[in-house]
């Protein structure tokens, strides 16, 4: 191999912590602190507790736990931070992007290469956001006989949908976007809307490459979505109900994989159609047909659905631990947050604080969102894994696997889901209630 | 439309149903040149290849130059098969001119020649695999080939055109130490392609997606004109190597690989099985190669050929590779005909294409062991 990894040294991590930490203090106090002092001096300050609130006191306030802990608390509960940081979009593509990176790394480690190496300080991990950057900055071109708005507006339909399907998957217990009671049903209109955005989009670039692609992406899924929605039908079936949280609180005992392994197989090759990943990366076979349903797309369109496909890979991932392994189910590890620190304060050296509003979050939060993370990390890398082993798959073998051979294999589960509801395993005094 | 229309030039009158794709030249999918194919849904009904994009005019070239300039830029239609593609050169020149060759010499140049051949047939996986969406089969021969280019480097001083074979010899002895190392990197790669099976050539999606597909039967294949890995995977047992043996491969111990399917899987199996018989003939020839002795026959300077003509070939990776050397009392050549493989195996992808998917259209093309630019020259 002609090209030299650098090792990995904790020594120089180190010191580069410590450069960072440097320019980012020299430039707060440099930059942030006379524009935030600057901005202070033309608002009129009101008066709180009988004293004007200056810059500095409102800084000790901001210093102080026990005045800031609260109103953090009460904002981690509002929509608003549902939607954009932890449950929602924020969660969901940091999780993306994390599994993404590792799995650039191992794939490079299978094709004896190194991977991305350079961006970043340590093993490029920088380099997914530097892929974005430079999304952002390239140009955006329109072919000149494209349906404009149709054509603009895909993309930002794609990760609207993308997002809508990320609102639906809970994470942890109380902590999902949406909770509809029909959940399930919801996740398959949501589903629904991916192919006609690809066949909408494809249409109006106006270009033969997308109308064959948008044709196969309509075909793909359309073949692959019946036996995505029959196999989960059993899962419906043992559970009695659609909502996603309640699916998840059923799973306490035993996972709904145990019962429904074929369901499960099914529904997993269904997240790959779907997703549109080796083996059955059809709508966009390179050599092929350019891009697919992508060709025309440039600069931040393209990263728009790039950043809705990540979206849809991480929510079917989540769907996927959600209805087989169980949620946020798992062993208690996450360690209980120490009472006395609530009732007597921290003490550090000759200094004891009291601090309203600990802790921020409880333990079955914490610990739920870590067994969802783990397990929907294990099934992101399964399903991008394949990418490594195996080559594309041929149209007419794709159709005939999706028409013929699993939704034959979809129906085994819901016989056997049947026969366990009657046999009287599942429900009242059953081995599950 | 009322505007008559030049004379010589007519509208083609195609159905609302046929979709003409122009793959290439600015396709992944394509290489140097374009397919023109029609499409009834996902099926080929015609396919048209338009190559000449790169031509470059090598012939016309070589009668400017003598026949020692010509060398380096006749090995360029194939840089990473420039051992072979200048192999029936030097023959031609050298029955020309009337040289002897130095029996070490000639095992030298068997070794570099199988060894490009390894390094064309590597790209040549390389590209295959990408081409069915296997992105592990693109990086594996990419970084294995390596070794191969080290070994050529350590031989020729040159990574990639190394310009090696030289009327009269090859251009410089081998390094100390070659035969060993050599050796080991033989053996090791040995190694390598049987993990390529497991990882490709076994794979369930690739045997059903290239299996009957692409299917060049036996008369079809002699009709077209077909050669190299090609004419060899429809069973027809052809290989200038051991029917015409130049050099010294009359003494070397290898086998021709023939399959019978005659479709893209044997068309693709087959230069893979080729670079396990390369293996066996570097070993021989190292094994069998004068230990010392000269390299290289001195020519005079500026040697001028007879009123002559002269026609030879050989088996490159892609197929026979002939040149056909005129010469008129002069330092330069009068014509010379680079006459390849890609350009005949070419001739038969419209009748493999048609009434296949689209997604049969990398396997059968690439499967060709076509090489635009050669084709081009």
């Known amino acids: 191999m002609s090209t030299i990894a650098p090792q990995f040294r904790l020594s120089r991590f180190i010191a580069s912590l410590f450069d960072i930490i440097f320019w980012v203090l020299l430039i707060f106090s440099l930059v942030g602190l006379p524009i935030v002092f600057i901005i202070l001096f033309y608002i009129k300050m009101p008066i709180v507790n009988h004293q004007l609130l200056t810059p500095y006191l409102a800084m000790t306030w901001m210093a102080d736990p026990s005045r800031t802990l609260p109103i953090i608390k009460t904002l981690l509960h509002t929509t608003f931070f549902h939607v954009v940081a932890f449950p929602g979009f924020g969660f969901a593509a940091l999780l993306a992007a994390a599994t993404i990176f590792v799995e650039r790394k191992f794939l490079a480690k299978i094709q004896l290469r190194v991977g991305p190496l350079y961006c970043g300080k340590i093993e490029g991990i920088l380099q997914l956001m530097g892929d974005g950057l430079k999304l952002i900055s390239k140009e955006i071109i329109i072919p000149a006989k494209a349906d404009k708005p149709i054509f603009w507006v895909g993309p930002l339909l794609f990760v609207g949908t993308a997002g809508a399907f990320v609102s639906l998957i809970p994470v942890a217990p109380g902590w999902v976007v949406a909770n509809p009671n029909v959940g399930l049903l919801a996740v398959f209109a949501t589903i629904g809307f991916f192919p006609i955005i690809s066949v909408l989009s494809a249409w109006a670039a106006n270009n033969k490459w997308t109308f064959i692609g948008g044709l196969r992406a309509l075909h793909q899924m359309i073949a692959f979505e019946i036996p995505l929605i029959l196999s989960l039908l059993s899962i419906v079936i043992m559970t009695g109900t659609l909502n996603l949280s309640q699916i998840v609180e059923s799973q306490q005992h035993y996972w709904w994989i145990v019962f429904a392994p074929v369901s499960a197989i099914v529904f997993f090759i269904c997240i790959i159609a779907e997703l549109e990943r080796v083996p059955f990366d059809l709508p966009e076979a390179e050599s092929e047909i350019v891009a697919g349903w992508l060709t025309e797309f440039s600069g931040m369109m393209y990263g728009l659905i790039q950043l809705g496909t990540y979206l849809k890979l991480y929510a079917f991932a989540g769907l996927f631990t959600v209805l087989f392994l169980g949620g946020w189910n798992g062993p208690m590890v996450w360690p209980a947050f120490p009472a006395d620190i609530v009732t007597q304060g921290i003490t550090i050296g000759p200094i004891t604080a009291k601090i309203a509003g600990l802790p921020l979050f409880d333990q079955d939060m914490l610990n739920g969102t870590l067994w969802f993370v783990i397990k929907t990390v294990g099934v992101i890398l399964l399903i991008l894994l394949p990418r490594g082993v195996f080559p594309r798959i041929r149209i007419d073998m794709l159709l005939h696997t999706g028409w013929y051979k699993l939704i034959g294999l979809s129906f085994i589960n819901i016989f056997i889901a049947l026969g366990l509801l009657y046999a009287g395993v599942l429900g009242p005094g059953g081995l599950i209630q | ?377």
């Open chain 2, 1 to 377: 439309m009322t505007t008559p229309l030049p004379p010589g030039i007519q509208l083609e009158k195609v159905d609302d149903r046929i979709m003409t794709l122009n793959v290439g030249p600015q396709h992944p999918g394509s290489g140097h040149m374009r397919l023109i194919i029609k499409v009834d849904g996902d099926y080929i009904v015609s396919c048209d290849p338009d190559p000449g994009y790169v031509h470059r005019g090598e012939e016309k070239m070589a009668e400017y130059r003598n026949y020692i300039q010509n060398i380096p830029h006749l090995e360029r239609p194939v840089i990473h098969d420039s051992s072979n593609i200048l192999y029936p050169y030097c023959l031609a020149v050298e029955e020309l001119l009337g040289i002897e060759v130095p029996e070490r010499a000639k095992y030298i140049r068997v070794i570099a020649a199988e060894l490009n051949r390894c390094i064309y047939t590597l790209y040549w996986l390389a590209i295959y695999g990408i081409f069915l969406g296997h992105s592990t089969m693109f990086m594996w021969p990419a970084g294995d080939r390596e070794l191969f280019i080290d070994l050529l480097e350590a031989m020729s001083g040159a990574r990639v055109t190394h310009a090696y074979l030289v009327p009269g010899g090859v251009r410089n002895d081998l390094p100390a130490n070659f035969e060993e190392r050599c050796l080991r990197q033989v053996d090791y790669f040995e190694k390598r392609l049987k993990e390529y099976q497991a990882i490709f050539y076994k794979n369930p999606i690739l045997i059903s997606r290239t299996e009957g597909t692409g299917i060049l039967s036996r008369t079809d294949a002699i009709r077209l004109g077909t050669t190299g890995s090609v004419l060899r995977a429809s069973g027809v047992n052809y290989d200038i190597r051991k029917k015409e043996p130049y050099d010294v491969y009359e003494n070397m111990d290898f086998e021709t690989v023939v399959m019978k399917e005659g479709d893209s899987y044997a068309r693709s199996y087959i230069p893979y099985l080729e670079m396990f018989e390369s293996c066996r003939i570097i070993r021989d020839a190292i094994r069998k190669m004068p230990k010392s002795g000269s390299v290289r026959t001195k020519l005079k300077p500026n040697p001028k050929g007879g009123n002559d003509e002269v026609y030879k070939r050989v088996e490159s990776g892609r197929g026979e590779l002939g040149y056909y050397i005129v010469s008129n009392n002069r330092p330069e050549p009068y014509r010379v005909k680079i006459s390849v493989g890609s350009f005949r195996n070419l001739i038969c992808m419209p009748y493999l294409l048609k009434g296949e998917l689209l997604g049969n259209m990398p396997s059968v093309y690439w499967g060709l062991n076509y090489w635009p630019v050669e084709a081009d020259r």
